[in-house]
């Protein structure tokens, strides 16, 4: 949903307002003078306080949000490195016994999903670790904190923040940036992070904070007062610095799945060429784009049987479970136009009008749920946690996916829920039949 007019920019400047605590002291105070205070809505005066205002600070999300993100890491780093020490110890123990290395049967798909799990899981790790950082201001730049310490942004190189609203009063937004982060070690986790919530499709660099961190209206205030500061602007203007029409549709699927679906039914106003207004035109299409992207969506199912075979099975073959992998991802490749062609049937059957293209960009964003889900199903048991677990994971994201998909068609055609039940049936029965192919294969 877009930020209202009042919302956003007005509460940075609300909270910087002169206190009538301290208008009645400079009245007391200045008794012979004749000082005229300005209005708490002219800009001027907010930009002053707003100055004023600007001291070092550093800001951090809640402290058991922290230890839940870094206990979790910590687990996912010592199950992989756990499952290492099972593969490796034997090896040790017939060098220490004078066993020959070619009497010890190693399988090659196996270590293969050993070294994919252990960097799928360590990347997990740092993702978690990198989702909730600190935030640091002080005059010389931005302070962040990463695993490898901290990092400092120049304030020249912060670019416009991009704001985007969820419900219930909450915020994400990313701190853009360009250049170098002040460390020598690499930070790809600083373009990826913004990339996977949707909020850079350029690979530009940035920081992802929610209006779940401690004192998030003053953090705003605080980089928005030194950014204007290094644009060497004496009244600096809120609006220039932050942008509220971002949308970034994972970030939102993810944290606000019922304002993304919203948005997704959402029709865009244009008009015709007399400049008459036309409701209801639904988006244009660039199907090499969706369906690579699609394709994307359909890829951890294909590993899931792979690495499941890999780890459970050292005499598998592989050579067959590709080929079946191959199938699972052509399937899943075709799942998102049979969806949306269920969609367009539904309106075409109860509105008279099925929207077939809004369809097919929909449904590729609530995918995004089931294939996180899976994704962490693929780490968990290339790491060596039993396959069941990647399986519950598989049901829960089908389970949200149909449900979004009753959600989003009642929202687009604007009908009761009970008209909808045959599309999440639809929907429902294709991903099943899915798992049950992989059910049966592996």
């Given at each position: 949903m877009r930020l209202q007019g009042k919302s956003f920019l007005s509460s940075l400047t609300q909270a910087v307002a002169p206190k009538p605590q301290a208008a009645e002291a400079l009245r007391a105070g200045n008794k012979s003078g004749s000082v005229q205070l300005k209005t708490v809505a002219n800009l001027q005066a907010h930009a002053a306080e707003l100055r004023l205002f600007a001291t070092e600070g550093t800001f951090e999300y809640p402290r058991n949000w922290v230890q839940i993100a870094g206990m979790?890491?910590?687990?996912?780093?010592?199950?992989?490195?756990?499952?290492?020490?099972?593969?490796?110890?034997?090896?040790?123990?017939?060098?220490?016994?004078?066993?020959?290395?070619?009497?010890?049967?190693?399988?090659?798909?196996?270590?293969?999903?050993?070294?994919?799990?252990?960097?799928?899981?360590?990347?997990?790790?740092?993702?978690?670790?990198d989702l909730l950082p600190s935030i640091r201001v002080t005059e010389?730049?931005?302070?962040?904190?990463?695993?490898?310490?901290?990092?400092?942004?120049?304030?020249?190189?912060?670019?416009?923040?991009?704001?985007?609203?969820?419900?219930?009063?909450?915020?994400?937004?990313?701190?853009?940036?360009?250049?170098?982060?002040?460390?020598?070690?690499?930070?790809?986790?600083?373009?990826?992070?913004?990339?996977?919530?949707?909020?850079?499709?350029?690979?530009?660099?940035?920081?992802?904070?929610?209006?779940?961190?401690?004192?998030f209206d003053r953090l705003i205030q605080l980089i928005v007062s030194n950014m204007s500061q290094a644009k060497g602007m004496s009244v600096p203007r809120i609006e220039l610095?932050?942008?509220?029409?971002?949308?970034?549709?994972?970030?939102?699927?993810?944290?606000?799945?019922?304002?993304?679906?919203?948005?997704?039914?959402?029709?865009?106003?244009?008009?015709?060429?007399?400049?008459?207004?036309?409701?209801?035109?639904?988006?244009?299409?660039?199907?090499?784009?969706?369906m690579s992207r699609q394709a994307l969506v359909a890829l951890p199912p294909a590993l899931l049987l792979?690495?499941?075979?890999?780890?459970?099975?050292?005499?598998?073959?592989?050579?067959?479970?590709?080929?079946?992998?191959l199938v699972l991802m052509a399937l899943g490749i075709a799942e998102l136009p049979f969806i949306a062609k269920l969609s367009q049937a539904t309106g075409d059957t109860t509105v008279g009008s099925g929207q077939f293209k809004r369809s097919v960009?929909?449904?590729?964003?609530?995918?995004?749920p089931r294939a996180?889900?899976?994704?962490?199903?693929?780490?968990?048991?290339?790491?060596?946690?039993?396959?069941?677990?990647?399986?519950?994971?598989w049901l829960v994201g089908i389970g949200l996916t149909t449900w979004f998909v009753i959600r989003f068609v009642q929202r687009v055609?604007?009908?009761?829920?009970?008209?909808?039940?045959?599309?999440?049936?639809?929907?429902?029965i294709y991903q099943v039949a899915l798992f049950a192919l992989y059910f049966g294969v592996s």
């Open positions: 979790a890491a910590v687990v996912f780093m010592a199950l992989a490195l756990s499952h290492l020490l099972v593969m490796v110890l034997p090896v040790f123990q017939a060098l220490l016994l004078g066993i020959p290395l070619s009497n010890i049967i190693i399988s090659p798909s196996g270590v293969t999903a050993l070294v994919v799990g252990m960097a799928m899981a360590f990347a997990l790790a740092a993702v978690l670790l010389q730049g931005l302070g962040i904190s990463s695993l490898f310490g901290w990092r400092r942004v120049r304030w020249d190189q912060v670019g416009v923040l991009r704001v985007m609203e969820l419900s219930n009063d909450r915020y994400i937004v990313l701190i853009p940036f360009t250049g170098g982060v002040g460390r020598f070690t690499p930070a790809p986790l600083q373009r990826f992070i913004p990339m996977l919530a949707g909020a850079s499709s350029s690979g530009e660099r940035g920081v992802l904070v929610t209006s779940g961190i401690k004192d610095f932050v942008d509220e029409t971002a949308v970034m549709p994972m970030a939102q699927v993810l944290l606000d799945p019922e304002g993304a679906i919203v948005r997704m039914a959402r029709s865009v106003a244009t008009t015709d060429p007399y400049g008459m207004p036309v409701d209801d035109v639904e988006p244009e299409l660039s199907w090499p784009k969706v792979l690495v499941f075979e890999a780890v459970s099975r050292a005499d598998a073959p592989m050579l067959e479970h590709f080929a079946w992998a960009l929909s449904y590729l964003e609530l995918q995004a996180a889900l899976l994704l962490l199903g693929v780490t968990l048991t290339a790491i060596g946690v039993p396959g069941p677990v990647a399986l519950v994971c055609y604007y009908i009761p829920i009970m008209q909808t039940v045959w599309v999440g049936v639809g929907a429902l």
